[in-house]
Every structure is written in structure tokens, then in C-alpha cells.
């Protein structure tokens, strides 16, 4: 079914809004999004996708719908996925939290503009070139193939990888390694530089293009119209920001989720190959003709193994040993800095409820394989965290033994601000007040630095 240039017109106009909505109501003023609030605005944009698709569904027919339905899910499915790589790279320049945002929504705007224009050059492939089912389908049975492999060599280092890509972008481009806000530009020691900033959306820009050379092909294997690849796309790239906040604990367990995506890809794969045997016209298999020996696998088919694959695939996440490790882990991180936390001596009930859910969280974390150890150093500062929540919890109760108040911190350990907030490092990990106000010092000294240089410069150009 063809698409009006009123309605392509629309759904652009559309998309636009969506976009310059989140930017100036959301990420123009840096914070850091609370719970509830990522959890409102994902439901927010997953409902516009869904009534998109009812309405695709009601105006465009039930083949149409069922097209844009299985593309969104897959799509989704990758994008989750990508959030993997986004969590690293923005580890690595340590982007402190309040800014994530912003740098996600650079990613998203980015990604909708290349995919947009990888779509553009594959609908004109796939109507000049029947082979090009061929050559879409022979792309994600490899990057299928080369996804299992990479599982089950489980290299621990592989974030160390991504790390020296980070590098590459730093030494090609001359960057400075400290923050101004969120501004793309500094001048440093009388030189205009990159700022990390830039440096990690020029990053997440090069991952997006690396992205969209599996997800294109694999929706053009569920459906050839245009349309409904560009809006499917699109709106599994929205909200991707507001997931990534609320998700952000839930991601790490999905352990088994590059699994069903590799299973999801090679399915789509040999879906296009036998879609491109109905369209044969390559010389040397059966004389340039159509081959209809295999029948063609159907959209509706194709939709239900998507959603059984994907629903199978998170519940052995989150209930095999391997994703109850992980569990296991991030719950003995959340409860050791929980109970650092906790300052006041009103509280000592609920502290020590706390201090016993941390016991029992790691004694399953001591108890687990030695297989499962890049699991725990994996996740940051957790042993440390229990170490220091150790010691904080026998300096309570040598106070209580005294019948003194217990809401002091030991020395060398007090996390507490003078006005009760907790102090933290540009990541959200709890740090100790001193260190805080080491690299506040720190940070102010280079400011200054950064100022002079500045005025040095601006003197310059006028002379």
C-alpha cells in the first residue's frame, strides 16, 4: 500500500515535534531523571508507538499493521541492546550523570538522520536489485553468527575494546580530558578544544552507524514498505532515553538477550533469502528464475517468533543461575551504599534490617563460582563498598555498646555533607566528603586555569 507525501509529510512534521519537545522540556536543563519519571515518559512514548500501530493497523490494513508491529519490536529488541555499548562509552569518559541525557538525545537525533538515509538507499537497492534480499540476508546470518561466537568466548576484556576506540577519537582530535558544563568547546592553555562533551557524541554517533548496519537489513526483512520501516525505526529510537534511566539497574541482568537477538537476526536472514529465491533473477541459480520450492515465511509467523524468542530470552535472564548472579551482585552494591547512607540514629532500626539484606546479598555473591567472577569485578566498587559498609556497621556498634548516638561516620569514611546529602562522584558512586572536596579543588583550579587561558587568548587577538 502506497503512503501519501501528506502523510509522509505528517509523520516527519511528527517526529520533528517529538524531538525538539524532549530537548527543550527535557534534557536543556541538565539533571538527573528520577524513577518515576523515566517510567512515565517510556510509557508515554511506547503508547504513541502503540496507537501508531493501531492506527497503521485501522487505516492501512492487517498486513500493514502486523509489518509495523514485528519491525517495532525488533527494532526495540536492538535498540535495548545498544544500550550496552552506550553505558560503556559513557563510562569511559566518566560523562557525569546530570548530562547523560544530552548526550543520549544526541544519539537518538543522530541515529534517526543515518538510519533515515541507510533506509532511503535500501529501498532504492532493493527496487533496482532483487539480489540485494541476498546480500541483506547474508549480513545478519553473519552478524548472527559473529554474536553466539562473542558470547561464548565471554571475553571479560571486551569493554576494554571500546575503551581504545574512545582513545582513537581522543588522539585524532585534539580534546581536552576536563568538563566545562555541557559546552562542545573549550579553550585550553590558550587553544580552542574538543571537551569530552563532544568527544562522547562523536562516539556514540560512530556506534549508531555501526547499529544501523543490522537493524536496517532486519527490517527489511519483515517488510519492503518504506513507510512503515522509516516510522517503525523511528519510534523504537524515541523514549530510548527515558528507557535507558529506567532500565538502567535491569540491563546488566539481561544476560542472555544477545542470545535471542542472534536467533532473531538469523531467523529474519533466512526469511530474506527465501524471500530473495521468490525473486530470483541471478543468472546461475535455476537459470535467472523464481525459486518457490521453499515456501515464503509470513509476517504474522515472523511476529510470534520475535515475541517468544524475546519473552524467553529475558525470563532465562532473569531466572538462570548465571542472570541470579548478577542479581545477586548489583543487589549486595544497592545495599551496601544504601546502608552507607544511612546516617541518622532514628534510623538504626532500619539500618540494621538494611545491614542484614547486605549479609545475605553477599554471601550469595562469596558463594557464587569462580565463573562468575567478571561478573563482580564487573560491577564497580561493590567489594569495597561491602568492605566500608562492614566497617561503618562495627563503628555503630561499638558506639551502641558506649550508649552513644551511632550516626557518626568513621573517620576517613564520612560520605555525609554538612547539610545530609550524600556525596558522589559525576557517576552516582558514593565517595567519601574529603575526596569530594580534593577534586572540587581540583576541578575549581583548572576552571581558573581554563579562564586565564581564555583571557590570555582574548588578549592576543586584540593585540
Same mark, same amino acid.
Given at each position: 500500500m502506497s503512503v501519501s507525501?501528506?502523510?509522509?509529510?505528517?509523520?516527519?512534521?511528527?517526529?520533528l515535534g517529538l524531538l525538539a519537545f524532549d530537548y527543550f522540556f527535557h534534557v536543556r536543563k541538565a539533571h538527573i531523571p528520577t524513577i518515576r519519571e523515566a517510567a512515565v515518559w517510556s510509557a508515554i512514548y511506547v503508547g504513541i508507538a502503540l496507537l501508531f500501530g493501531v492506527g497503521v493497523l485501522v487505516f492501512g490494513g492487517a498486513d500493514m499493521g502486523t509489518e509495523y508491529f514485528a519491525g517495532y519490536v525488533t527494532e526495540k529488541a536492538l535498540s535495548v541492546d545498544n544500550l550496552f555499548v552506550f553505558l560503556v562509552i559513557?563510562?569511559?569518559?566518566?560523562?557525569?550523570?546530570?548530562d547523560q541525557q544530552k548526550v543520549l538525545l544526541f544519539g537518538i537525533t543522530f541515529a534517526i538522520i543515518a538510519r533515515s538515509g541507510m533506509i532511503a538507499l535500501g529501498a532504492a537497492a532493493i527496487d533496482a536489485f532483487s539480489w540485494a534480499f541476498y546480500l541483506f540476508g547474508a549480513i545478519l546470518l553473519y552478524t548472527a553468527a559473529k554474536m553466539i561466537i562473542e558470547e561464548l568466548k565471554h571475553d571479560p576484556d571486551?569493554?576494554?575494546?571500546?575503551?581504545?576506540?574512545?582513545?582513537?577519537?581522543?588522539?585524532?582530535?585534539?580534546?581536552?580530558?576536563?568538563?566545562?558544563g555541557d559546552k562542545l568547546f573549550t579553550i585550553e592553555n590558550g587553544k580552542r578544544v574538543l571537551t569530552p562533551m563532544l568527544l562522547v557524541m562523536i562516539?556514540?554517533?560512530?556506534?549508531?552507524?555501526?547499529?544501523?548496519?543490522?537493524?536496517i537489513p532486519a527490517i527489511f526483512g519483515l517488510t519492503q514498505n518504506t513507510y512503515i520501516v522509516f516510522t517503525a525505526t523511528v519510534f523504537s529510537l524515541l523514549g530510548l532515553r527515558q528507557l535507558?534511566?529506567?532500565?538502567?539497574?535491569?540491563?546488566?541482568?539481561?544476560?542472555?538477550? $544477545?542470545y535471542g537477538l542472534s536467533i532473531i537476526l538469523a531467523f529474519i536472514g533466512v526469511k530474506l533469502v527465501v524471500h530473495a529465491l521468490h525473486e530470483n533473477e541471478l543468472f546461475f541459480l535455476n537459470?535467472?528464475?523464481?525459486?518457490?520450492?521453499?515456501?515464503?515465511?509470513?509476517? $504474522?509467523?515472523?511476529?510470534?517468533?520475535?515475541?517468544?524468542?524475546?519473552?524467553?530470552?529475558?525470563?532465562? $535472564?532473569?531466572?538462570?543461575?548465571?542472570?541470579?548472579?548478577?542479581?545477586?551482585?548489583?543487589?549486595?552494591?544497592?545495599?551496601a551504599q544504601a546502608y552507607i547512607e544511612m546516617t541518622y540514629a532514628t534510623f538504626e532500626e532500619r539500618r540494621d534490617a538494611m545491614y542484614d539484606r547486605m549479609i545475605s546479598h553477599e554471601k550469595i555473591v562469596d558463594g557464587l563460582p569462580a565463573k562468575y567472577e567478571d561478573i563482580v569485578v564487573a560491577e564497580k566498587n561493590v567489594r569495597d563498598l561491602l568492605a566500608d559498609a562492614h566497617r561503618i556497621h562495627d563503628a555503630r556498634l561499638a558506639h551502641n555498646e558506649r550508649g552513644e548516638r551511632s550516626d557518626d561516620q568513621p573517620a576517613g569514611l564520612v560520605v555525609t555533607r554538612p547539610d545530609g546529602t550524600v556525596a558522589t562522584d559525576p557517576s552516582g558512586n558514593v565517595i567519601t566528603?574529603?575526596?569530594?572536596?580534593?577534586?572540587?579543588?581540583?576541578?575549581?583550579?583548572k576552571h581558573r586555569e581554563r579562564e586565564q587561558a581564555k583571557a590570555d587568548h582574548?588578549?592576543?587577538r586584540r593585540r
Amino acid at each position: 500500500m502506497s503512503v501519501s507525501p501528506l502523510v509522509w509529510a505528517l509523520t516527519i512534521v511528527g517526529v520533528l515535534g517529538l524531538l525538539a519537545f524532549d530537548y527543550f522540556f527535557h534534557v536543556r536543563k541538565a539533571h538527573i531523571p528520577t524513577i518515576r519519571e523515566a517510567a512515565v515518559w517510556s510509557a508515554i512514548y511506547v503508547g504513541i508507538a502503540l496507537l501508531f500501530g493501531v492506527g497503521v493497523l485501522v487505516f492501512g490494513g492487517a498486513d500493514m499493521g502486523t509489518e509495523y508491529f514485528a519491525g517495532y519490536v525488533t527494532e526495540k529488541a536492538l535498540s535495548v541492546d545498544n544500550l550496552f555499548v552506550f553505558l560503556v562509552i559513557m563510562g569511559a569518559f566518566s560523562v557525569p550523570r546530570e548530562d547523560q541525557q544530552k548526550v543520549l538525545l544526541f544519539g537518538i537525533t543522530f541515529a534517526i538522520i543515518a538510519r533515515s538515509g541507510m533506509i532511503a538507499l535500501g529501498a532504492a537497492a532493493i527496487d533496482a536489485f532483487s539480489w540485494a534480499f541476498y546480500l541483506f540476508g547474508a549480513i545478519l546470518l553473519y552478524t548472527a553468527a559473529k554474536m553466539i561466537i562473542e558470547e561464548l568466548k565471554h571475553d571479560p576484556d571486551a569493554e576494554q575494546e571500546d575503551g581504545i576506540f574512545v582513545r582513537l577519537v581522543q588522539k585524532v582530535l585534539p580534546a581536552t580530558d576536563e568538563f566545562d558544563g555541557d559546552k562542545l568547546f573549550t579553550i585550553e592553555n590558550g587553544k580552542r578544544v574538543l571537551t569530552p562533551m563532544l568527544l562522547v557524541m562523536i562516539a556514540i554517533g560512530g556506534t549508531d552507524l555501526l547499529f544501523a548496519l543490522d537493524s536496517i537489513p532486519a527490517i527489511f526483512g519483515l517488510t519492503q514498505n518504506t513507510y512503515i520501516v522509516f516510522t517503525a525505526t523511528v519510534f523504537s529510537l524515541l523514549g530510548l532515553r527515558q528507557l535507558y534511566f529506567l532500565i538502567d539497574g535491569l540491563l546488566d541482568r539481561l544476560v542472555y538477550l $544477545s542470545y535471542g537477538l542472534s536467533i532473531i537476526l538469523a531467523f529474519i536472514g533466512v526469511k530474506l533469502v527465501v524471500h530473495a529465491l521468490h525473486e530470483n533473477e541471478l543468472f546461475f541459480l535455476n537459470g535467472g528464475e523464481p525459486i518457490h520450492a521453499v515456501p515464503e515465511i509470513t509476517t $504474522s509467523l515472523s511476529l510470534t517468533v520475535i515475541i517468544g524468542v524475546l519473552t524467553i530470552t529475558v525470563l532465562a $535472564s532473569l531466572f538462570s543461575p548465571k542472570g541470579r548472579a548478577q542479581a545477586a551482585v548489583n543487589d549486595a552494591h544497592r545495599e551496601a551504599q544504601a546502608y552507607i547512607e544511612m546516617t541518622y540514629a532514628t534510623f538504626e532500626e532500619r539500618r540494621d534490617a538494611m545491614y542484614d539484606r547486605m549479609i545475605s546479598h553477599e554471601k550469595i555473591v562469596d558463594g557464587l563460582p569462580a565463573k562468575y567472577e567478571d561478573i563482580v569485578v564487573a560491577e564497580k566498587n561493590v567489594r569495597d563498598l561491602l568492605a566500608d559498609a562492614h566497617r561503618i556497621h562495627d563503628a555503630r556498634l561499638a558506639h551502641n555498646e558506649r550508649g552513644e548516638r551511632s550516626d557518626d561516620q568513621p573517620a576517613g569514611l564520612v560520605v555525609t555533607r554538612p547539610d545530609g546529602t550524600v556525596a558522589t562522584d559525576p557517576s552516582g558512586n558514593v565517595i567519601t566528603v574529603a575526596q569530594e572536596e580534593e577534586d572540587l579543588a581540583l576541578k575549581e583550579a583548572k576552571h581558573r586555569e581554563r579562564e586565564q587561558a581564555k583571557a590570555d587568548h582574548a588578549a592576543s587577538r586584540r593585540r
